[in-house]
């Protein structure tokens, strides 16, 4: 089984591609923050346009199943985790 690790830039950018897929708009037009906390686990603030959207890790999840498909050309039904890694920041590992 091979195990990719996903980079918090890559998340972002999946995060990106799938939100402006999904609202018809380009990539670059949208700008992401990761967040963690304690209590709520993983989140992200998108800004679209001009509304603000709260994305939870399933809609992470989502995102990056769409960025592995679409960009990675991998099965998007392996089994992907977020991480919090002290150096890295936030992170994913994805298995097929």
């Known amino acids: 089984?091979?195990?990719m690790t996903i980079s918090e830039q890559e998340i972002v950018n999946a995060l990106c591609l799938?939100?402006?897929n999904k609202k018809g708009m380009e990539p670059q037009d949208i700008q992401v923050e990761l967040m963690f906390d304690d209590d709520y686990g993983f989140s992200a603030e998108a800004y679209v346009g001009e509304r603000?959207?709260?994305l939870v890790e399933s809609n992470m999840i989502e995102?990056?199943?769409y960025w592995l498909e679409i960009e990675m050309n991998q099965d998007p039904y392996g089994?992907?985790?977020l991480e919090?890694?002290?150096e890295q920041?936030?992170?994913a590992h994805y298995s097929a």
Do not use: P, W
Request: aromatic share 0%; no cysteine.
């Open 1 to 3: 089984m091979e195990t």
């Open 18 to 20: 799938h939100l402006a």
């Open 52 to 54: 603000k959207q709260i």
């Open 63 to 65: 995102a990056l199943r």
């Open 79 to 81: 089994s992907l985790r």
């Open 84 to 86: 919090l890694d002290e």
């Open 89 to 91: 920041g936030i992170i």
